[in-house]
């Protein structure tokens, strides 16, 4: 009997582990950022040509810095960021005095045409640039796109979000950063 | 769903998508060493399911193997490369997982493992050549028929 | 009218309907020891594979007819394909490969039904047989049905996955694959039949014997083509990524590989009964684990089927063969564990049972470490990796002490060997490991793990001729001929030992690939002009022109680029990106072939035709050809084991043929 409850005891932590994997779907979704609560690298973009009057053509992240940011990544092929797009313009309308907010167009190279279509379809006004070899999504440790950086105004990372960010999460995370 | 009309139109696409890949690769370092791909073994592509740097075509793999090339031209070891990257991107980029916390398990145990089969196999052989070598009760008289036989049958010189 | 779609259905639902009816009256009639039910079921399970070769051949039809309103067809085929990629998507995507699955051990079933012999557990072996079909037609037609009727019938499809469709190793690998696990099923069905009816002797080995070594042959085979493939197919120059997809088809090869070695211990000892048939079980299940493990999508690899919706029931069968098949072994342990003696440890039977434990922690690891980032996750919630690095690690020094161990194995006699003799042996096979170590160091290897398997591959081959001089030579001075006339009819009369030598010469070839091709790897990234050309060690890359191609099936871009060596041009070599109309380009390589090391070239990221030069990523596995060349020994050498031997009635009776495979 005890052999039997062996083999019902293995079956059962099996079963159950491999239940965890079917419950929790597919793997490898939200890894938790490393950087959080250290102070994120800084970078230099060549801006679209609409924001250029107000930044000029290369944007640097250091003479911003006094401020707290929304560090945005996104593609033109990449679906979810069209839902949160509406969504950043609306909140850096209501916040852009208190947060910057950025956006970075990546892991799309030399796709100039369809970035400024989706730069133009939800009318964009925050600053909008590319990131052709990936150099900036590397040092902030992106997986994918669209994520989201919450940067304080000290430059530390208070919160990385994966997937589309909502009007509710933007609004939560820009109370938070406000000092 | 509306059909394409002529497959050259598809192809033509394609085309065009293709070389738009292509001229994406402006600004990428051309020159790779040996020694890239052989610290990219060792690192995970972030972007990807289950491939390494080495491997992978995506942007951000493109953009890590250029990185380990800049390093290794600054005279970066190995070491220092992997631990670059692991303080970006935590442990989860390191295909060879660190011998400590849970993750010392998964070095212990297949060892564990092994040594158990081991014990178990020399306690085993034990027993079972403790049981071959008892003494089997036979009388005087069964022997000696017994070696009769023997020396009758066995050719000189056999083995096994 | 029916249609394709619903004609399929129904085969597949008659299947299933007969598949239930041979496994009922099977058991029914075994157990009321009924002859013409039990007649019924084996005419039943001829009956079951017509139902699911008709069910193959609508899905055939389907797709060569174009037929979008079958959803698979819809799904994964396309008009453009040719005709054989057509043909194969059948088993390019999750429910078509479960309907071969269940073709081919229906198939396996029918055969088993018309050949075995009638003996006692064959009614209980076709059973289980028909069991296991119940669950692979039964997801087949319920839950992952390939044949749903669309109502909206889209125009064209997709086509399958571009990597798939890149190769026609696609057509090969996957059947050969599943061949082999589907023929391991035939020896768990008669231990399970074992069991039940309380005959725990070795009747069911025996009877069993080909198809395990069938099973195992097609298993060894598909596994070194999946190798080929990756290295065709890939673009990164390698055969073996530890990838979850590939550990799990690995893991039922050890626990099988244990197996076949482990069963000559109990046919000539009458040893380890409970031991082989929970080797067999293992085998089974996992191989089910395999199936569930691709097809939930839970383990993040690269080959996985998604996460469809047979996860939950591919984790329920799962369980289900755990707890009835161990628990039936756990119940009747008492009776099937034996009284075993060993003479003494340095004999055959010792060196199979080192084996075993060998076989069996390399399975451990490999699991172990397959499922370990699961296991973090559930337990902590972090998100970790463990990857290539850590089982080369943990499996090269096991593979050593295996390399080692079938080296002196086959030396050893059973029962219990003389020192003088295995004292001799040792010498010889240590002068072959010297030697061999000897020529690699002064061809300039240095590192530790590579001029170890060298020397085992010296140890090994001396073996191997000491074993072949062991049996020839006697026969040659007995009966007067000359050695390579003695040396024939060994092999013609020894096929299963004989057979077993190929294997492990096969086995030496493949080690030997392996190591280098790992060890010894270089992999550059270069860019050349064209009409100039760059060094790469031996050769010369001269990059002549990007060219475009265009089929109606595909668009490619690529590079001609010439191989020249010491002056003169030996090759040209094409390498491309190839867009099959979906949004994923596909690289694909183009290798020269030498015996030594190949050239493999692939396009580093992208060809543009406006650009005047080519950047190419340069990779030269040394040996690596002779993994492939070792994988055809050893199923050469499977092959002949099982070929039949012309003209002798009870051949197994004869104790050579009988015990030492």
């Keep these: 009997m005890i052999r039997v409850a062996v083999v019902l005891g293995v079956s059962a932590l099996l079963g159950s582990l491999f239940l965890f994997g079917l419950l929790r779907g597919r793997p490898d979704r939200d890894i938790p950022s490393n950087l959080l609560g250290r102070e994120l690298p800084t970078f230099t973009m060549p801006l679209y040509e609409r924001y250029q009057a107000g930044y000029g053509p290369e944007f640097a992240i250091d003479d911003h810095s006094s401020k707290p940011q929304v560090i945005n990544f996104w593609a033109s092929w990449c679906v979810p960021c069209y839902t949160e797009a509406p969504e950043l313009e609306e909140a850096w309308r209501n916040h852009g005095d208190q947060v910057l907010f950025v956006g970075i167009q990546t892991q799309d190279p030399s796709r100039r045409a369809e970035g400024r279509a989706f730069l133009e379809q939800f009318d964009l006004s925050f600053p909008n640039g590319f990131d052709d070899d990936s150099a900036i999504a590397v040092?902030?440790?992106?997986?994918?796109v669209p994520e989201t950086f919450f940067v304080r105004a000290d430059g530390t990372l208070a919160h990385r979000h994966t997937g589309p960010v909502t009007a509710a999460l933007l609004e939560e995370m820009i109370a938070e950063l406000q000092p | 769903m509306v059909r394409l009309a002529a497959p050259a139109v598809v192809i033509a696409l394609l085309i065009g998508l293709l070389a738009a890949l292509a001229a994406a690769q402006e600004g990428v370092p051309l020159e790779l060493e040996t020694?890239?791909?052989?610290?990219?073994?060792?690192?995970?592509?972030?972007?990807?399911?289950?491939?390494?740097?080495?491997?992978?075509?995506?942007?951000?793999?493109?953009?890590?193997?250029?990185?380990?090339?800049?390093?290794?031209?600054?005279?970066?070891?190995?070491t220092e490369i992997i631990a670059h990257f692991q303080n970006i991107y935590g442990d989860f980029v390191l295909l060879e997982p660190p011998k400590r916390g849970l993750l010392l398990w998964v070095w212990l145990l297949p060892l564990a493992v092994a040594a158990l089969g081991v014990g178990l196999l020399v306690l085993y052989l034990r027993r079972w050549t403790r049981a071959a070598s008892a003494p089997i009760e036979a009388s005087e008289a069964e022997l000696a028929r017994v070696r009769e036989a023997l020396s009758d049958e066995l050719p000189p010189g056999g083995t096994t | 009218m029916i249609s394709l779609g619903q004609l399929g259905s129904a085969s597949l639902l008659l299947a299933l309907a007969l598949t239930l009816y041979a496994a009922l009256a099977g058991i029914v009639g075994a157990r009321r020891r009924d002859a013409r039910l039990l007649t019924s079921a084996r005419l039943a399970a001829v009956a079951v594979f017509l139902a699911v070769t008709a069910a193959m051949a609508v899905m055939e039809a389907a797709l060569l007819a174009d037929d979008f309103s079958v959803s698979y067809v819809a799904e994964h085929s396309r008009i453009a394909s040719p005709l054989w990629v057509k043909v194969v998507t059948l088993w390019a995507a999750l429910e078509g490969s479960l309907l071969l699955w269940a073709w081919l051990l229906a198939g396996y079933t029918a055969l088993?039904?018309?050949?075995?012999?009638?003996?006692?557990?064959?009614?209980?072996?076709?059973?289980?047989?028909?069991?296991?079909?119940?669950?692979?037609?039964?997801?087949?037609?319920?839950?992952?049905?390939?044949?749903?009727?669309?109502?909206?019938?889209?125009?064209?499809?997709?086509?399958?996955?571009?990597?798939?469709?890149?190769?026609?190793?696609m057509a090969v690998h996957p059947v050969l694959l599943y061949l082999g696990f589907t023929g391991l099923t035939v020896p768990f069905a008669f231990a399970m039949a074992a069991l039940i009816t309380k005959r725990p002797g070795s009747d069911w080995m025996s009877q069993t014997r080909r198809w395990t070594l069938t099973g195992w042959g097609f298993l060894s085979a598909g596994i070194v083509a999946g190798g080929w493939w990756s290295y065709e197919v890939l673009g990164w120059g390698g055969f073996w990524a530890w990838d979850p997809v590939e550990n799990v088809s690995f893991l039922p090869w050890l626990t099988a590989t244990a197996f076949i070695h482990s069963v000559q211990v109990q046919e000539r000892r009458r040893m380890l009964k409970a031991w082989n048939a929970f080797l067999v079980t293992l085998t089974f299940a996992l191989s089910i684990l395999g199936t569930f493990l691709i097809r939930s999508g839970i383990l993040s690899s690269v080959h996985a089927f998604g996460d469809g919706p047979v996860g939950p029931v591919f984790l329920g069968f799962f369980l289900l063969v755990l707890v009835v098949a161990f628990g039936l072994i756990a119940l009747r342990w008492d009776q099937i564990r034996d009284r075993a003696e060993v003479d003494s440890v340095v004999s055959r039977e010792g060196g199979f049972l080192a084996g075993n434990v060998l076989f069996l922690a390399m399975a451990f690891a490999v699991l172990l470490g397959t499922i370990f980032p699961l296991l973090v996750e559930a337990v902590s919630g972090a998100k970790v990796t463990v990857g290539a690095p850590f089982f080369d690690q943990v499996t090269v020094p096991l593979w050593l002490a295996l390399f080692a161990l079938m080296g002196i194995g086959p030396l050893l006699p059973w029962r219990r060997a003389e020192a003088q003799s295995v004292?001799?042996?040792?010498?010889?096979?240590?002068?072959?490991?010297?030697?061999?170590?000897?020529?690699?160091?002064?061809?300039?290897?240095?590192?530790?793990?590579?001029?170890?398997?060298?020397?085992?591959?010296?140890?090994?081959?001396?073996?191997?001729?000491?074993?072949?001089?062991?049996?020839?030579?006697?026969?040659?001075?007995?009966?007067?001929?000359?050695?390579?006339?003695?040396?024939?009819?060994?092999?013609?009369?020894?096929?299963?030992?004989?057979?077993?030598?190929?294997?492990?010469?096969?086995?030496?070839?493949?080690?030997?690939?392996v190591m280098a091709a790992s060890a010894y790897r270089i992999d550059e990234q270069v860019r050349i002009d064209y009409g100039s050309s760059v060094p790469f060690r031996d050769i010369e890359l001269r990059a002549v022109a990007p060219f475009a191609e265009q089929t109606p099936r595909r668009a490619s871009l690529g590079a001609e680029i010439e191989v020249w060596r010491a002056g003169r041009r030996v090759t040209t070599l094409r390498p491309r990106v190839n867009n099959f109309g979906t949004s994923q380009n596909v690289a694909s390589p183009d290798v020269l072939y030498r015996p030594l090391s190949d050239i493999y070239l692939n396009i580093a990221s992208s060809v543009d035709p406006e650009q005047n030069f080519v950047v190419l990523r340069v990779v030269q596995s040394p040996l690596v050809a002779w993994i492939w060349i070792g994988g055809v020994i050893v199923v050469l050498g499977t092959g002949y084991a099982l070929s039949p031997k012309r003209g002798r009635a009870g051949r197994d009776r004869t104790p050579e043929g009988a015990a030492e495979a």
């Design chain 1, 139 to 144: 040092s902030f440790g992106l997986f994918g």
């Design chain 3, 423 to 513: 004292n001799r042996n040792l010498r010889w096979l240590a002068a072959g490991a010297v030697v061999a170590a000897a020529l690699a160091f002064g061809f300039g290897m240095r590192r530790v793990y590579p001029l170890v398997t060298v020397a085992l591959a010296g140890y090994n081959l001396t073996s191997l001729a000491l074993l072949i001089v062991g049996a020839v030579a006697p026969r040659a001075r007995l009966t007067r001929r000359s050695g390579a006339s003695a040396f024939a009819s060994y092999a013609l009369e020894n096929r299963r030992r004989f057979g077993s030598m190929v294997v492990h010469l096969g086995v030496i070839v493949i080690a030997v690939g």
């Design chain 3, 112 to 169: 088993l039904a018309t050949t075995a012999p009638n003996t006692a557990l064959r009614p209980w072996a076709l059973a289980v047989m028909q069991l296991v079909l119940v669950f692979f037609i039964g997801v087949s037609a319920l839950a992952a049905s390939p044949f749903e009727v669309l109502a909206a019938v889209p125009l064209d499809g997709p086509g399958p996955n571009a990597l798939l469709q890149n190769h026609w190793m």
């Design chain 2, 35 to 78: 020694q890239v791909f052989e610290i990219g073994r060792k690192l995970r592509c972030p972007a990807c399911t289950a491939e390494s740097v080495a491997d992978s075509n995506a942007q951000i793999a493109i953009r890590m193997r250029q990185e380990i090339q800049e390093l290794l031209a600054e005279g970066r070891t190995e």
